[in-house]
């Protein structure tokens, strides 16, 4: 998070708080409306857990790794209060959501837990302990829905922004959690987003990228209950491009049945919708398919894939896999594997199954032991990283649009940005070894040199008058 100075109205010392925010960049956009909470209630938020008087863990409860990320978090946290300045540590969001009173007992070094639909309470929260309160339990709503009027304070560099559509989750895939937390679909109103879009822009935004559990899925709900309602994943494109002013839209999770030759031909046709199609399958074969209750098949895969590829051939296309699902064979992971050979995606993350309790695979026979899912995960990504050298190849010599970020996080000799086929945090950088800019630039780079996730190149010098 940003250090911010709020105004202050009194002499009473200033109130510090750190943020540690893990998981997903939706859980960001919930830590970012806590500390808006908190500096309008008078708070400074500090780049340093030891500076603070409070410490607030936004957590994730997804898979196992993140839960175990999540517990050594607020334990590392949790040593800070013997002997310094640090009172209290909360533990925030998902986890707490998902384990309620298992968390508190386990945890005692936490002071308090906030679930997933209290934590727009933070800053009474806070203020009731402070005065006395005993109650450490906040969690009577599973999620909470942004609000036009809830605050928010953008953590991002200065020129991108995260921009949550909706909660929860209509599908009911056997492997995720996700609903049991988060409950059911809920998209906010289009005024609304397009509003806080507008804001956005008007501070120097010039990337949003839009997230969801299920961009597809906006609005489903709305027009459930009004068929009237205007909300759909089209019309919100649609608004945004039209009127939102970002130079640069990004949408994160497309699930694949409901990637429209409507929504394709709305893409290609608008400058500013970033041709990216973030669209994790999970997998390819048929069986496994049905398992995870995936409502797809692979030939309906191959279609959707076929169609993005027809009608925007430059799109960048990024998906994800989940390797040693209950019940995979080696055959249907061979099948996975010629799957990703044959369609030559622009990014793939892949997963190994975490065995979950409460969802419908964590029941399933056939566990599939952890050596096998390693080598699998192993296999798969080896051969992505070979596919993403020889795509990244056919960049050099090819002119960019880029969004300079800074200084490289490599060396300082370096400037680092991105081209609209890399989004943040997820894909790889360009790096800029030629040329000025500054943070929040876009600049055309002409790409000299290519590695298996990055490109390197230079800011194409402007023709000055003959």
């Not at 692979?298 to 894939?305: D, P, S």
Request: some cysteine; hydrophobic content about 35%.
């Amino acid at each position: 998070m940003k250090e911010v100075l709020p105004p202050r109205s009194s002499q009473e010392p200033l109130k510090k708080v750190h943020f540690v925010s893990l998981g997903c960049p939706k859980n960001l956009v919930d830590t970012e409306i806590m500390a808006g909470s908190l500096m309008r209630d008078g708070y400074q938020v500090v780049g340093e857990a030891g500076d603070a008087d409070t410490v607030i863990i936004n957590t994730c409860g997804f898979i196992e790794a993140s839960k175990q990320e999540s517990i050594d978090k607020i334990l590392e946290m949790a040593e800070l209060k013997k002997g310094g300045k640090l009172q209290k540590v909360v533990a925030a969001g998902c986890l707490t959501q998902r384990y309620k009173d298992d968390l508190v007992a386990g945890l005692p070094e936490a002071d308090l837990f906030v679930g997933s639909g209290q934590f727009q309470n933070i800053a009474q929260i806070l203020k009731d302990s402070k005065n006395g309160g005993k109650e450490k339990r906040f969690w009577n709503l599973p999620t909470y829905l942004q609000e036009d009027s809830t605050p928010r304070i953008n953590s991002q560099p200065r020129h991108r922004a995260y921009l949550k559509i909706s909660e929860g989750c209509k599908k009911r895939c056997a492997f995720c959690a996700i609903p049991l937390i988060r409950g059911n679909l809920q998209s906010r109103q289009l005024g609304g987003i397009l509003g806080e879009a507008k804001l956005l822009v008007a501070g120097g935004v010039k990337e949003l990228i839009v997230v969801s559990h299920d961009f597809t899925d906006f609005g489903w709900d709305l027009r459930k209950q009004n068929a009237q309602a205007k909300e759909s994943p089209d019309e919100l494109l649609r608004v945004l491009s039209d009127e939102s002013g970002a130079e640069w839209i990004r949408v994160l999770y497309l699930y694949p049945d409901g990637v429209s030759k409507q929504t394709l031909d709305l893409m290609s046709s608008r400058k500013n919708l970033v041709k990216y199609f973030d669209m994790p399958l999970q997998h390819v074969n048929n069986d496994v398919l049905k398992n995870m209750n995936r409502r797809m098949t692979r030939e309906k895969i191959e279609g959707v894939l076929t169609d993005i590829r027809m009608r925007i051939p430059e799109a960048a296309i990024r998906t994800q896999f989940i390797v040693g699902y209950p019940g995979e064979t080696e055959e249907n992971f061979e099948e996975l594997l010629r799957f990703v050979e044959k369609m030559r995606f622009d990014r793939v993350g892949c997963f190994m199954y975490s065995q979950e309790e409460s969802t419908k695979a964590g029941t399933l026979p056939n566990q599939v032991d952890e050596a096998t899912k390693q080598r699998r995960h192993d296999t798969l990504m080896e051969m992505q990283q070979e596919i993403s050298r020889t795509k990244h190849a056919q960049f050099i010599g090819k002119k960019l649009q880029v969004l300079v970020e800074g200084v490289s996080e490599e060396t300082e000799l370096l400037l680092q940005g991105r081209h609209s086929q890399q989004a943040p945090d997820i894909d790889g950088v360009t790096y800029i070894n030629d040329g000025e800019a500054r943070i929040g630039d876009m600049v055309e780079v002409t790409i000299t040199d290519s590695m298996d996730y990055d490109l390197v190149g230079g800011i194409t010098p402007t023709e000055g008058p003959h």
